[in-house]
């Protein structure tokens, strides 16, 4: 008798704990792989990784350190038969990076060297990269393809410039790397089972999870940043992609890289752009709350509109994204409303 899902290979996943990283580890569970965890919690909860094996219904192998701290890492690497790597480990808060440079750039960039040096010298080749549509920097129109140029406007922005440019370089001189980096627009959403999910620390800086919170009675208003923008209703528009989808978008990448012979860059959004109203009213929509805004003066450094030309991701790929706006919010409900404290 065959089992129903086949076991694959082992895919070190850093930053596993987290927002993206944990919902991509039930992904590939349910796709058959193996998963070993490494995350220093300094963005997360060891519950949420209680949460996926509750989802998954086994254990996950998990390692409380920093993917900096090399000694550490060999371990892990000399215990697991590791085939593959998907690094998601980094600082993402766009205002801190700001106030905090050099600790941005030093976990941004130390880990991401100190990762592929180790894969490197175990001859590991396979590695799936974290970037986000802010390489775009102010893109002056969409959709966004993968050849428009790339700048940052902040340095949090400017260290994935940063690891792009060190990723080309390590596939330049060995071309016998596969990597795959992956440009998310806006990651919303959570796991339908309301036990996974985006768990903020503090007041939210994006747009849904600050909503959700307005819903469930946490915050009491949405500032909305900016009316007067050059979109059928001034506010700024986005390509909201349900983490789910995006989660799926790896498992693809990683099947697509196991059977090329070239690295990718491709774009994981929709291909459509909401509107902060839009958003607000598909929030209320779904949780049956009120969410009660004011509009405010743009935040500096936003664009008006911003989505994705997502041919490259169903050509490379063969991937596209499912879940519409009242999928994502639905679902980002659920999450907020079981788990009104997070994973605290
Ligand atoms: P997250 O903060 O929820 O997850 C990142 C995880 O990495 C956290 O669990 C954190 O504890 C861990 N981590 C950070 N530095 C570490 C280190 N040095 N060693 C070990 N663990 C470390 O963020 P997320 O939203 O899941 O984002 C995942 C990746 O996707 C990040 O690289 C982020 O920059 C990128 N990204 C996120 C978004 C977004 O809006 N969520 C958009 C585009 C790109
Ligand atoms: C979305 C829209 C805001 C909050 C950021 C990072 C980017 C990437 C994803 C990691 C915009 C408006 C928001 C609020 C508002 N992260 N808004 N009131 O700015 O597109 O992207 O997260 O790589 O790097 O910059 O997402 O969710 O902050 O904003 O009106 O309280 O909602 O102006 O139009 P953004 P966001």
């Known amino acids: 008798m065959t089992t129903a899902v086949q076991r694959r290979e082992t895919i070190l996943v850093t930053g596993g704990a ?8 039930v992904e590939l569970m349910a796709k058959g792989y193996e998963v070993v965890i490494v995350d220093n919690l300094v963005n997360s909860k060891r519950e949420a990784v209680r949460r996926v094996e509750q989802i998954v219904g086994r254990e996950v192998p998990f390692y409380d350190i920093d993917v900096r701290d090399e000694a550490a890492l060999a371990k892990v690497f000399d215990a697991h038969p590791i085939g593959a790597a998907m690094h998601f480990a980094a600082l993402k808060s766009v205002g801190e990076s700001v106030a905090r440079p050099i600790a941005y750039y030093r976990n941004n960039l130390d880990s991401l060297l100190v990762l592929l040096d180790a894969m490197r010298e175990r001859d590991i080749k396979k590695f799936i990269f974290s970037s986000s549509a802010t390489v775009y920097g102010m893109p002056e129109r969409s959709p966004v393809d993968e050849s428009f140029p790339l700048s940052a406007t902040n340095p949090y922005g400017q260290s994935k410039v940063i690891a792009e440019q060190i990723l080309r370089d390590v596939e330049r001189a060995d071309p016998s790397w596969r990597i795959a980096t992956l440009r998310y627009f806006n990651p919303v959403g959570a796991h339908e089972s309301g036990l996974i999910g985006e768990d903020p620390a503090g007041v939210p800086n994006n747009l849904m999870p600050y909503v959700a919170q307005v819903a469930v009675g946490k915050l009491e208003k949405l500032r909305v940043f900016g009316g007067d923008y050059a979109t059928p209703d001034g506010t700024g ?28 860059v491709v774009n994981l959004g929709t291909g459509r752009g909401y509107s902060v109203l839009e958003v607000v009213r598909a929030f209320e929509a779904a949780s049956g709350k009120k969410v009660p805004y004011e509009i405010v003066a743009p935040r500096p450094g936003d664009v008006a509109e911003c989505y994705a030309n997502i041919d490259a991701a169903e050509k490379l790929l063969g991937w596209r994204a499912q879940y519409g706006l009242e999928r994502m919010c639905a679902d980002h409900w659920r999450w907020q409303e079981m788990n009104p404290r997070g994973f605290a």
């Open 237 to 264: 528009v986005r390509d909201y992609i349900h983490v789910v989808d995006l989660a799926r978008g790896h498992t693809a990448a990683l099947d697509a890289l196991g059977s090329r012979d070239a690295s990718l």
């Open 18 to 25: 987290g927002f993206v990283g944990s919902h991509t580890v």
